[in-house]
Every structure is written in structure tokens, then in C-alpha cells.
């Protein structure tokens, strides 16, 4: 049966926390963020429904179409009508993977919660033994990627720069190879719905609250169909919006670079000068517009830093919603 929820926002769903969905009768919530997926929905479902089931535990599936433009949302309404673990939520347009993750998030009933990707890189299988460390005490359990066969090496060396950059810049450590992979208590979970970031970095947000957590390693495997969905530019816009969210250092490190600039032009009118003294000149028109160009391009570059935290600001002000739920379908049952 589907549900039309025009227009339900992440303020409604997010912001009153006492009015977060909980189920006595659910266990365990797995979170899917899709974004034109159709063709890893059902093989998806197949492999979560078999280990789910051996686990012994009530659970539901959510499945959340991040605006897809093909069938995604079809193939979600139809394994929904067959499937009474299945849920599906769909937003109005693409809101990017932290928002569609953040409103499953928001719609998940269980006392333990597992998000994950579509793609099936993500084993369902180890959800297995997330759940039998969250059941030792542990309030977040994290997984980390090993594998280097399934990942090219630009991605590697890139992933791995990030995570020391942004460890470095937002004291915040993260380990390179993190992901969306994990599992959480609903305690965690509810601070985390309570953080009114604009951009929101849920990996970066999880180390930030501390809670007791452990990390288990896996491998990755390959896509089972289709093609990423992040691409170059995708991916350095969420590097720098996850630091920007976490870190002010850039704008220190602005200032440090301009005192170091300043000082050296200072040493250069002094040196000038005591050329000037001594009854000499001092030549090289070239070097002095390169140096006037390189001083100018380290000014842009702060000021396009600036100008990055100060549009956060003005997107922070408009306070618009992070996602909106157009529909949601679920299987009633009798």
C-alpha cells in the first residue's frame, strides 16, 4: 500500500525527536540509499532477506529512492507489495547520498540500525557479525574496506589522501577505507538526527560523537550492475564540503600563509632599500609581476576559502529542509 506524504521535510521528520518513529516489535533497521538502481533492487533484497532471516531477529529493509530517473522506484513499490519487511520512501528530487541516507535514517523503527549501499559492494553477509559485536556493548560498529583488487588506484590514493587530510584539519581520525557501512544504536542515532548541519558528513559526524565503537575489515566486491554515481567532480565537492562541515584550520592556515607573505615582501622593501642606499638599482621587472601574480593567486585562493564558509553560513540561514518525502509504500499486514 502506498502512502503520499506530500512534502514531509526533514525539519518535520528530524528536528522533533520525540516523534521519531520506534517499533517495540523491530529489532534491527537496514538502511539502503538508491539512486538509479533498478537492476540491483531485487538481487539486493534476495541476499539481505537470506541472511536477515538466519539472524533470529525481527528486521526491516528501507529503501530510499534518491530521485531516481529509471525504474528504481517501480522495482521498489513491487518487492514491497511481496516482501512485509520491505519498506520504501521516495523523495521529490535527488538530494544526494547523506540526505537520502539521513531520511531512512529518519524513518528507521529499530533498536539497532544498518546503513549500507545498493551496489552490493556492501556484503549483506557481515551484517552478521555487526550485530554480534553490537550485542557485545558496542554502540557504533564500523567496517573498513581492505580489498585493493576491486579498486582502482587512483581511488585508493585519493581516498587515502583525504582521510589523512581531513583527520589532520578537523582532529576528527578516520581511517582510510571508511564508508557508509556500519551499524548504530538508536542513542547514536538520534544525536546524529539532531545535528542541523547543511551538508552533513555522517562518517566524519559518527567519530565526532565518541560513542564506544569497534571496526571490522571486509572486502569489497564488485559492483553487480550499473556504474558509480560519483564522479571526479562529485567526489571533490564532498571532500570539500565534509572538511568545510568539520574544520575552520583553512581559514587559520589563510591567515598563517598571508603573515608568511607579508613578512617576506617586508624583507624585500628592506632589501630594495639597501640597494637603494648603497646607489644601486634593482632589476627584474619579470620576477617582480611573477612574484605580484603568485601573491595574487594565494589571495584568490583564501578568498575563495572564505567565500566557501561564508555560503555555508547563507545556506545555513535559509534553513531549508535536507529532503523531502514525496511517498512512502509498505505492506500491510493483518
Known amino acids: ?31 539502503v540509499p538508491l539512486y538509479n538502481e533498478e537492476s540491483n533492487v531485487q538481487p539486493l533484497l534476495v541476499q539481505l532477506e537470506n ?20 525504474r528504481t522506484w517501480h522495482m521498489i513499490s513491487d518487492c514491497s507489495s ?29 533498536q539497532a540500525i544498518v546503513s549500507m549501499d545498493g551496489d552490493l559492494q556492501h556484503p549483506p553477509a557481515l551484517i552478521q557479525e555487526m550485530l554480534a559485536q553490537y550485542q557485545k556493548g558496542y554502540l557504533v560498529v564500523n567496517t573498513c574496506r581492505h580489498d585493493r583488487e576491486t579498486v582502482s588506484a587512483f581511488k585508493r590514493i585519493s581516498s587515502s589522501s583525504f582521510y589523512k587530510v581531513f583527520s589532520f584539519l578537523s582532529d576528527v581520525p578516520m581511517e582510510a577505507g571508511a564508508s557508509d557501512f556500519r551499524l548504530m544504536d538508536r542513542s547514536v542515532l538520534k544525536h546524529i538526527l539532531a545535528i542541523q548541519d547543511v551538508d552533513i558528513f555522517i562518517r566524519g559526524t559518527i567519530e565526532w560523537l565518541g560513542f564506544s565503537c569497534v571496526t571490522i575489515p571486509y572486502n569489497a566486491g564488485k559492483r553487480f550492475s550499473g556504474k558509480t554515481k560519483y564522479n571526479l567532480l562529485k567526489m ?53 609581476v611573477g612574484v605580484i601574480s603568485f601573491l595574487f593567486g594565494i589571495l584568490f585562493v583564501i578568498l575563495g576559502i572564505i567565500g566557501a564558509y561564508l555560503s555555508r553560513i547563507h545556506l545555513a540561514l535559509q534553513n531549508r529542509p535536507k529532503f523531502i518525502v514525496e511517498s512512502s509504500v509498505e505492506r500491510k499486514t493483518e
Open 82 to 110: 511481496s516482501m512485509p519487511a520491505v519498506r520504501g520512501v521516495k523523495l521529490v528530487r535527488n538530494f544526494g547520498h547523506q540526505h537520502a541516507l539521513l531520511a531512512g535514517l529518519a524513518s528507521a523503527r529499530g
Open 51 to 70: 541472511t536477515l532471516h538466519n539472524l533470529g531477529v525481527s528486521y526491516e529493509i528501507i529503501l530510499v529512492d534518491d530521485g531516481s530517473r529509471d
Open 236 to 288: 571533490f565537492r564532498f571532500a570539500g564540503g565534509s572538511i568545510i562541515s568539520f574544520s575552520t584550520k583553512p581559514l587559520i592556515i589563510g591567515v598563517w600563509i598571508g603573515l608568511l607573505t607579508s613578512s617576506l615582501a617586508f624583507l624585500e622593501i628592506i632589501y630594495i632599500l639597501f640597494q637603494y642606499a648603497n646607489g644601486r638599482t634593482v632589476p627584474g621587472w619579470a620576477s617582480t
Open 1 to 31: 500500500m502506498e502512502n503520499t506524504t506530500a512534502f514531509l521535510s526533514s525539519e518535520q521528520s528530524v528536528d522533533e525527536g520525540s516523534a521519531l518513529p520506534t517499533s517495540s516489535d523491530i529489532y534491527l533497521s537496514v538502511v
